[in-house]
């Protein structure tokens, strides 16, 4: 199968999609002539908020200006994923030095597992470095404002999800729906 150049793939759990998510997703459609965000439909992170449909949808919606750009759901190892589609690069984000250990680690094991896929790394805007689904989700839970966080379509998740699961906001003492999840 000849592997494709114009066409990369981003993935992750998009837990929900940030603006430094949707930074790199349009930075990456003006690079390649497809991109295809690989919606991973499990986690190893805990404390997530969306089921991989809503996550899909979040993403469909914040890219929809976006016509080159599709979202597809991940359900396996990423190189089959790639492999199966004949895709050969994959974009990953960086957001400060502390991801590298992490990124470089899966690249080299994804080079093991597929020489032929190459891994692009990028890093968001500055005003986006330091945000993440994880940071956004607490933030939520909180009661915060994660609106100069996500795109708005995405806040509109969040509050649904937040007043359909009043459980998941922390408790007095740290606790989310008495989980412990995110005690400090």
């Known amino acids: ?3 494709m150049r114009d066409v990369a793939v981003y993935p992750g759990t998009f837990d929900p999609v940030t ?3 949707l930074d790199l ?3 990456s459609a003006e690079i390649f002539e497809r991109v295809v965000v690989a919606v991973a439909s499990k986690s190893s992170k805990s404390g997530g908020m969306f089921s991989v449909e809503e996550r899909v949808a979040m993403v469909r919606e914040s890219a929809a200006d976006l016509p080159n750009v599709t979202v597809d759901v991940l359900d396996g190892l990423l190189v089959d994923y790639c492999v199966k589609r004949g ?13 590298f250990e992490y990124e470089f680690q899966m690249a080299l094991t994804n080079r093991k597992l597929a020489p032929r896929i190459e891994t692009l790394f990028m890093m968001p805007q500055e005003e986006h470095s330091y945000v993440t689904a994880s940071t956004v989700r607490e933030v939520a839970r909180y009661g915060g404002d994660t609106s100069g966080f996500v795109p708005a379509v995405v806040q509109r998740h969040i509050d649904t999800f937040l007043k359909a ?3 998941q906001r922390i408790l007095t003492g740290g606790g989310v729906g008495n989980t412990g999840a995110f005690d400090r």
């Open 1 to 3: 199968m000849k592997t």
């Open 19 to 21: 603006l430094g998510h």
């Open 25 to 27: 997703i349009s930075r």
């Open 87 to 99: 895709v050969s690069i994959v974009v990953r984000g960086l957001r400060a030095y502390s991801d």
């Open 165 to 167: 699961h009043p459980d």
